[in-house]
């Protein structure tokens, strides 16, 4: 299939022509006509995926002859995941009438106002700025057509989704609802069956799967050699660019120190604490190859689209299964291959066994050649059998 059997209107098509795509992914396929045909739609599917033009596109092509007022909202969940949306409606619809604002916090109110009084046709926002426009008497959504959920389970990681519900409560009762994510819980069925009406659902893989394309393994060692571990595994991998995770922003400036004092790799870090301009910065930079290495937190897991990521290493397990799926899935992308390193300590096997229950399989436990451990038990490859012990009685099976 290609896009042009789509629907999509003629100047979206020239945007897609200009990006060098032709075929859609499974994604894409399946909720551009239904979202051209008008329907709700709940999508699912695995990061790397092509969600974002799977909205976009259809969105675009649907605006066409409706400028001057707001007429779609996307939400999104982070600073980050907003610019990037933003920056894809800009692109894919160059060649269309189509305005699109970015809304979020970090940065002053003023040029967002503007904007808004201007009457961009779509806007791309977190939602704590939204509701401090609309506070504010800044923001009007009574003509918005098209809303749009995205990321919308790490919106409720997040704790965002009491600020969500009051957000579809400003936009009219009579609109085009759109809800996409990469995992879908069960505690977000009851916000789509009260947001969306009659929504066709599009699911690419199972829910909780890790994509094909990625390779990932844990990496057990003791907590000691934590550190040393990481940066074996830095030497000893030919990567192109590589995302390390952090689960505090101190261990991330941490590392990033560590890695600029010990190694010759062009390192940059991105978490919650940096300036706005920084983290554009450092994003940018790791997307034009500027810096090889970016040390990060969950901030940068969900939905943030760089392409070419070779290797992504997870300093410590995550506490949350799903963030080891969306932390994962920043390689692999687009059908291209990659490898996921997790560096496993005793402490964290709690959680590590629970990414193996949500993702259903056993991840494989690897060991580095040469590299001199220190013991850990975390290192057998068996786990001791149970002793027979004679006690009066009878016998009876004691365990280690």
Known sequence: MLFSELGLSPEVLQGVEAMGYESPT???????????????IVGASQTGTGKTAAFALPILSLLSGKEGRLRCLVLEPT??????????????GKFSKMRSLLVHGGVGYGKQRE?????????????????DHAAQGAINLKNCDILV??????????????DVRKIVKMCPEKRQTLLFSATMPAQIDSLAKWALKDPIEVEIG????VAETVTHAFYPVSMDQREGLLMELLSRTDFKSVMIFTRTKADADK???????????????????????????ALKGFRDGTFDVIIATDIA?????VSGVTHVINYQVPENPEDYVHRIGRTGRADSEGDA????????????ESIERYVGQKIERRKLENFDYIYTSLLETEKPKPILRVRRGGPKRRRR
């Open 26 to 40: 499974p994604i894409q396929a399946q909720s551009i006509p239904a979202i051209l045909e008008g329907s709700d």
């Open 301 to 305: 897991a969900r939905g943030l689209d």
């Open 115 to 131: 904007g808004l009084e201007q009457g961009y046709e779509i806007v791309l926002a977190t939602p704590g700025r939204l509701l």
């Open 79 to 92: 600073r980050e995941l907003a610019a990037q949306v933003a920056e894809a409606f800009t692109e894919l």
């Open 206 to 209: 199972r829910r909780r799967g």
């Open 255 to 281: 590392l990033t120190q560590i890695i600029r004092t010990k190694c010759d790799y062009k390192v940059t870090v991105l978490h919650g604490d940096i300036r706005q301009s920084d983290r554009e910065k």
């Open 341 to 352: 390193f997790t560096i496993l300590t005793a402490p964290e096997l709690d959680f590590a």
């Open 149 to 162: 959920l995205d990321e919308v389970d790490r919106m409720l990681d997040m704790g965002f989704l009491p």
